[in-house]
């Protein structure tokens, strides 16, 4: 047993830092003394040496370690006759398969470059792996880099090869429909795992709840994840559930929305996913006091998420600190790059500081990452309107209507843009009068047709509308708003008792 092999065990045992000390001596042995080494070993130790900067963290240094072993063993390669052992044989051909892999090492400088944010070079290096040499964790990478980088074509490919390779990669499959492919012929995939391992069938459900999501389906896919949820099987679990809660709050419910969060949170006291979004709905509804607590927790779990910076800067956001609630937007897309929650945080605080240019872009790249998500609509939309950009909006409000159908959410979206200019007044009262007829308590329409009545003075119809949302939920902004309605008929008494629900 020979240095090498010592170092090769410490490596497998996890003694980072002492892998550290010891080959960073031996590589300047071998520096010194070039015979000392042989190309293969000194190839060994470059790449150890390398695995444990990148243990430390030092991406970029690990990187810069990492080329120089590819380089090494470029030599090796060249190499036709192996250099005589101490026994006076030569290197078997067992220890050169126990060499570390070349195509690991590619993989290890792609994940340095990714986690610098040099995306271009990792997908650089990853690309000059032959594509049948690799690996399902080396094309999952890729399709994800693909995908950031708005190559949806190369995504989707990448991503149909980790499943040809995986067919239970559901990440995957979640990746392969954000990208609107069918779910029937992503099914198709996994068809064959299906149908030979038992209690399996809830995967073709499961796929086909994901794709009514990502299609913009939200009630079909409350539907579906609904009766999966209810399966003894799968009761109580919490990416279902986290799901199942993000579904609602795209599809507007802010009440069962929370209710699925607080429930995925008391079975998994650690949870981070989805935490921002709940975090936001409670920040929304004033829950400020529950959001810092919420925060303070998440950070000690950890801080390497870019969802406890978000449900901090919302905190921050409601509580009108615009520049911090920026400042921690900024702090979580720095962690996460792909977070739409951190990217809506730091675009209505920019747009909230006057920076309304700037909040455009950030509105954008979350539509880009999330195009089914009204939110990220609506933010770019008042935007154009503080802007006076009417004209645009109008044209971002009817696209979103033409292509995702006439809901609910839509229509209150075309019909806020309506109400911004006087010629269309009556067709906005008629957009709210059809979301309202679809879902009487969505909230967004019942405020903005009681802000329509406002205007036209018709004070006791508004009255009437305020009351009948008000008998099913509570909302501060209704209270608020019925409070005021009050005090334009004279029931001063009323309206104090309306302002002190919405002030509790």
Same mark, same amino acid.
């Given at each position: 047993?020979?240095?090498?092999?010592?170092?090769?065990?410490?490596?497998?045992?996890?003694?980072?830092?002492?892998?550290?000390?010891?080959?960073?001596?031996?590589?300047?042995?071998?520096?010194?003394?070039?015979?000392?080494?042989?190309?293969?070993?000194?190839?060994?130790?470059?790449?150890?040496?390398?695995?444990?900067?990148?243990?430390?963290?030092?991406?970029?240094?690990?990187?810069?370690?990492?080329?120089?072993?590819?380089?090494?063993?470029?030599?090796?390669?060249?190499?036709?006759?192996?250099?005589?052992?101490?026994?006076?044989?030569?290197?078997?051909?067992?220890?050169?398969?126990?060499?570390?892999?070349?195509?690991?090492?590619?993989?290890?400088?792609?994940?340095?470059?990714?986690?610098?944010?040099?995306?271009?070079?990792?997908?650089?290096?990853?690309?000059?792996?032959?594509?049948?040499?690799?690996?399902?964790?080396?094309?999952?990478?890729?399709?994800?880099?693909?995908?950031?980088?708005?190559?949806?074509?190369?995504?989707?490919?990448?991503?149909?090869?980790?499943?040809?390779?995986?067919?239970?990669?559901?990440?995957?499959?979640?990746?392969?429909?954000?990208?609107?492919?069918?779910?029937?012929?992503?099914?198709?995939?996994?068809?064959?795992?299906?149908?030979?391992?038992?209690?399996?069938?809830?995967?073709?459900?499961?796929?086909?709840?994901?794709?009514?999501?990502?299609?913009?389906?939200?009630?079909?896919?409350?539907?579906? $994840?609904?009766?999966? &949820?209810?399966?003894? +099987?799968?009761?109580?679990?919490? *990416?279902?559930?986290?799901? #199942?809660? @993000?579904? /609602?709050?795209?599809?507007?419910?802010?009440?069962?929305?929370?209710?699925?969060?607080?429930?995925?949170?008391?079975?998994?006291?650690?949870?981070?996913?989805?935490?921002?979004?709940?975090?936001?709905?409670?920040?929304?509804?004033?829950?400020?006091?529950?959001?810092?607590?919420?925060?303070?927790?998440?950070?000690?779990?950890?801080?390497?998420?870019?969802?406890?910076?978000?449900?901090?800067?919302?905190?921050?956001?409601?509580?009108?600190?615009?520049?911090?609630?920026?400042?921690?937007?900024?702090?979580?897309?720095?962690?996460?790059?792909?977070?739409?929650?951190?990217?809506?945080?730091?675009?209505?605080?920019?747009?909230?500081?006057?920076?309304?240019?700037?909040?455009? $872009?950030?509105?954008? &790249?979350?539509?880009? +990452?999330?195009?089914?998500?009204? *939110?990220?609509?609506?933010? #770019?939309? @008042?935007? /154009?309107?503080?802007?006076?950009?009417?004209?645009?909006?109008?044209?971002?409000?009817?696209?979103?209507?033409?292509?995702?159908?006439?809901?609910?959410?839509?229509?209150?979206?075309?019909?806020?843009?309506?109400?911004?200019?006087?010629?269309?007044?009556?067709?906005?009262?008629?957009?709210?009068?059809?979301?309202?007829?679809?879902?009487?308590?969505?909230?967004?329409?019942?405020?903005?047709?009681?802000?329509?009545?406002?205007?036209?003075?018709?004070?006791?119809?508004?009255?009437?509308?305020?009351?009948?949302?008000?008998?099913?939920?509570?909302?501060?902004?209704?209270?608020?708003?019925?409070?005021?309605?009050?005090?334009?008929?004279?029931?001063?008494?009323?309206?104090?008792?309306?302002?002190?629900?919405?002030?509790?």
């Amino acid at each position: 047993m020979n240095v090498i092999d010592h170092v090769r065990d410490m490596a497998a045992a996890g003694l980072h830092s002492n892998v550290r000390i010891i080959s960073s001596l031996l590589l300047t042995m071998s520096t010194n003394n070039p015979e000392l080494f042989s190309p293969s070993q000194k190839y060994q130790l470059l790449v150890y040496h390398a695995d444990a900067i990148f243990h430390d963290k030092e991406y970029r240094n690990a990187a810069c370690k990492y080329n120089m072993a590819l380089q090494q063993k470029k030599v090796l390669s060249k190499t036709t006759k192996v250099r005589p052992s101490s026994t006076g044989g030569t290197t078997s051909a067992l220890q050169a398969q126990n060499l570390p892999s070349e195509i690991e090492v590619k993989y290890k400088i792609a994940e340095c470059y990714t986690i610098l944010k040099l995306d271009k070079d990792a997908i650089s290096v990853l690309e000059g792996i032959p594509s049948r040499q690799r690996t399902p964790k080396i094309n999952m990478m890729l399709a994800n880099l693909y995908r950031k980088a708005g190559q949806e074509r190369s995504a989707v490919t990448s991503y149909k090869e980790v499943l040809r390779q995986c067919p239970l990669a559901l990440d995957a499959i979640i990746g392969l429909l954000s990208l609107s492919v069918k779910g029937a012929e992503v099914a198709s995939m996994t068809m064959d795992v299906i149908q030979s391992i038992p209690n399996l069938d809830w995967l073709s459900v499961w796929i086909k709840a994901h794709a009514f999501t990502h299609g913009g389906d939200n009630q079909r896919a409350i539907n579906t $994840i609904c009766s999966l &949820e209810k399966k003894s +099987l799968l009761r109580d679990n919490v *990416d279902l559930l986290v799901t #199942l809660a @993000d579904v /609602y709050f795209r599809a507007g419910d802010t009440k069962n929305s929370i209710l699925k969060f607080e429930q995925a949170q008391m079975l998994d006291p650690y949870l981070i996913k989805g935490m921002d979004v709940y975090g936001y709905l409670m920040a929304r509804e004033g829950h400020l006091e529950d959001v810092e607590v919420l925060g303070g927790r998440l950070f000690n779990i950890s801080d390497q998420h870019a969802e406890p910076w978000v449900i901090s800067g919302c905190h921050s956001f409601y509580s009108k600190r615009y520049s911090r609630a920026l400042y921690l937007g900024a702090k979580a897309i720095q962690l996460n790059s792909n977070s739409v929650q951190a990217l809506l945080l730091k675009g209505v605080a920019l747009r909230n500081m006057g920076r309304v240019q700037e909040a455009i $872009i950030h509105f954008r &790249e979350a539509m880009r +990452l999330a195009p089914c998500r009204l *939110d990220c609509y609506e933010g #770019l939309i @008042d935007c /154009y309107l503080a802007s006076n950009g009417v004209r645009e909006a109008m044209g971002m409000a009817n696209n979103i209507y033409k292509t995702l159908g006439a809901n609910a959410q839509t229509l209150t979206i075309l019909a806020t843009v309506c109400l911004e200019d006087p010629l269309t007044q009556e067709k906005a009262k008629t957009l709210l009068d059809k979301a309202l007829a679809q879902r009487p308590d969505y909230i967004k329409a019942v405020v903005k047709k009681a802000e329509l009545l406002s205007r036209e003075q018709k004070y006791e119809e508004g009255i009437a509308l305020l009351r009948n949302t008000l008998a099913n939920q509570s909302d501060c902004v209704l209270h608020r708003m019925l409070g005021d309605f009050l005090v334009a008929v004279n029931d001063y008494q009323e309206a104090m008792d309306q302002y002190s629900i919405a002030l509790r």
